[in-house]
């Protein structure tokens, strides 16, 4: 606990903290990561499914696969690290929060100034029409019964909004993304394996600019030798950060 009580104090301490985020915090609340002990990388091809060349080819692909993870997430509730990076947020201690993770859980934490550097399923948009925005519910919906989305305008299938490997980044989370990172004196890296960039590249501007990273991750990451901290487990991290903050 000594640690846990020395990292709440650089916490409160710091002038500018920002949280980036991986699939990790998420698989506590029953979303399998990637890389992880137990990630979907063991069982399907992933970069495939995520993949925009492939979408174009055969949206299918993505809709069979991403059924179970990405149109399901209304179930998932937020869990201790969601919830209690939202408290950090509402006791002002936490500025911003970079997530990689495309499962919209950190919202359901409480944390209002979420910048999601990989978009998100939210809407659902034709690759050719502009102005075609769908809800999550509605594609949702469909997804559920077997079928794909369409465009209400020319029938194409519609993309969810997640950045796919082979896509730009949404310009404005990057760009608010680099400038938050490099504002950050203090970085907390959680539940990443620091591997897909450029999003992975972000607590090197902190570093850059003198600042420190805290890791807490469960597995070995490039900037572990960087780190000011270390942690191994999520669960145990953010419970012990809960029992110093209570309900504050
Ligand atoms: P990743 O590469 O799967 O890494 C996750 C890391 O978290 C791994 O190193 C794990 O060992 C670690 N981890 C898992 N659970 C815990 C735990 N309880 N305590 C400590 N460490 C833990 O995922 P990244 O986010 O680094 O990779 C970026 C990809 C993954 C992004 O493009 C995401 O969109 C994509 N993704 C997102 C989700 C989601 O939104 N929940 C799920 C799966 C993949």
Redesign the pocket.
Same mark, same amino acid.
């Given at each position: 606990m000594d640690d846990i009580n020395k990292l709440y104090t650089l916490i409160k301490e710091a002038k500018h903290l920002v949280a980036l985020?991986? /699939?990790?915090?998420?698989?506590?609340?029953g979303?399998?990561?990637?890389?992880?002990?137990n990630?979907?990388?063991n069982e399907m091809d /992933?970069d495939k499914i995520?993949s925009i060349e492939y979408f174009e080819k055969d949206p299918s692909f993505y809709y069979n696969n991403a059924g179970s993870?990405i149109y399901n997430l209304d179930e998932k509730e937020a869990s201790i690290?969601h919830t209690v990076l939202g408290q950090l947020e509402r006791l002002g201690f936490l500025k911003a929060l970079i997530?990689?993770?495309?499962?919209l859980?950190h919202q359901k934490g409480g944390c209002k100034n979420v910048i999601e550097i990989?978009g998100s399923p939210i809407t659902h948009y034709c690759l050719r029409c502009s102005g075609v925005n769908v809800s999550y519910e509605e594609a949702a919906a469909v997804v559920r019964k077997g079928e794909m989305p369409k465009c209400p305008k020319c029938d194409r299938v519609l993309k969810p909004a997640?950045?796919f490997f082979g896509e730009a980044l949404p310009a404005q989370a990057l760009k608010k993304s680099v400038t938050e990172s490099q504002k950050a004196d203090v970085m907390l890296v959680?539940?990443?394996?620091?591997?897909?960039h450029p999003? /992975?590249g972000m607590p090197q501007y902190t570093l850059r600019n003198s600042g420190k990273i805290v890791i807490?991750?469960?597995?070995?990451?490039p900037l572990d030798n960087m780190a000011f901290m270390h942690?191994?487990?999520?669960?145990t991290v953010f419970e012990g950060l809960k029992s110093i903050i209570g309900n504050n």
């Open positions: 985020t991986g /699939a990790g915090v998420s698989t506590l609340s979303i399998r990561d990637f890389r992880g002990k990630g979907l990388y /992933a995520f993870f690290v997530t990689q993770n495309i499962d859980l990989h997640i950045t959680l539940g990443t394996s620091l591997t897909v999003a /992975a807490v991750n469960n597995m070995p990451t942690f191994d487990d999520l669960a």
